[in-house]
């Protein structure tokens, strides 16, 4: 797929499209490209026992959640009976402004939201998170490990955080930092101000929004191994082994939210044959009950927590890493994103 955005034209003839394919056969709409107010276009929906609606249209080539309330004003100035914001591509927290902002939305990721009380309609859709016309490594991009140290460092501190104490936690530039920090700001993932520092950082969001780039079952290399003595005996021998690990995902969810541990462990550690080596653990296909992860860079293993004689990743990693695990990974980390 290119990674050039489509056209205006384009966008708005796919948004009309889909919201055409949401409503019944027999309803007509028409479409006015001009108008005289802060609508790009209108589209007039007509049932056949003649109620009517008209929808004030913005289009947006991209569109930050800190902006959102200023687009919906100027919207909902035009003479409409619904205002629908359209674009390439909505993130999440865009979308969430807009509906708190009472604006539908649509883009061509499949993500869409339409309310009308005459005729009625509730149009829901949910889409792509991932901006399909992106650039796979640039600013707004948070795979790469350095984005990655950022992200944990606003995540496992407490504000405020300047911009050069936090280039020397992350170990990199301060301009890469602010250029990222801007960012978490128009994304409203944090509070920072203006040239100044971040005082506010709004954790769970951050890390739904690192979650996408980093992918946790991507960016590692996983490798699995059976233990004879069951999940009990492979803990106790990581703990007693003398070596750097530290569990994560749903054995990080077991701990904090005190639920039973899963069938399987995963951990990170420095060089999984070596470490199944030393515990006893042999390797296998299928049916394993440990994971060794080799990460793809130290942070993973940095900053985490003990409980139960047990080494942990810090509750961050442990929860992007929830969200991109298999079920009931993402609820779990729900879970631990909305308790304290």
Request: proline content about 7%; charged content about 20%; aromatic content about 6%.
């Amino acid at each position: 797929m290119s990674n050039t955005a489509p056209s205006d034209n384009v966008v708005l003839r796919q948004a009309i499209e889909q919201i055409q394919s949401c409503l019944p056969a027999h309803w007509s709409t028409s479409l006015a490209l001009k108008t005289n107010d802060a609508a790009d276009a209108r589209l007039t929906i007509r049932t056949p026992a003649g109620a009517s609606a008209a929808l004030a249209i913005g289009a947006r080539r991209q569109l930050d959640p800190r902006l959102v309330g200023e687009v919906a004003g100027a919207l909902r100035s035009a003479a409409a009976d619904a205002f629908v914001v359209i674009a390439p591509f909505l993130g999440a927290r865009t979308r969430e402004r807009l509906t708190d902002e009472g604006v539908g939305y649509v883009d061509l990721a499949g993500n869409m939201r339409l309310v009308l009380d005459r005729p009625t309609v509730l149009i829901a859709a949910r889409g792509g998170e991932k901006n399909p016309w992106a650039e796979p490594r640039n600013t707004r991009s948070l795979h790469a490990a350095k984005a990655s140290r950022l992200v944990r460092a606003l995540c496992d501190g407490e504000p405020p955080f300047g911009v050069r104490q936090l280039a020397g936690t992350v170990g990199t530039d301060p301009g890469y930092v602010s250029r990222l920090l801007d960012l978490f700001h128009r994304e409203e993932l944090c509070e920072r101000a203006p040239r100044g520092p971040v005082t506010l950082v709004h954790r769970a969001r951050l890390i739904r929004r690192w979650a996408l780039d980093y992918r946790f079952r991507e960016a590692h290399r996983f490798v699995s191994f059976a233990h004879a003595h069951g999940v009990p005996g492979a803990l106790a021998a990581l703990r007693d082994a003398g070596v750097p690990y530290a569990l994560t995902a749903r054995a990080g969810a077991a701990a904090l939210l005190e639920v039973a541990l899963p069938g399987t462990v995963t951990a990170y550690v420095d060089n999984p044959e070596r470490v199944a080596a030393t515990i006893g653990a042999v390797p296998v296909d299928a049916g394993g009950n440990l994971v060794l992860i080799d990460a793809f860079d130290p942070f993973a293993l940095e900053g985490g927590f003990e409980a139960g004689g047990l080494r942990y990743a810090a509750r961050a990693q442990i929860i992007a890493d929830l969200l991109d695990s298999p079920p009931p990974g993402p609820a779990q980390a729900a879970s631990l994103m909305s308790g304290p």
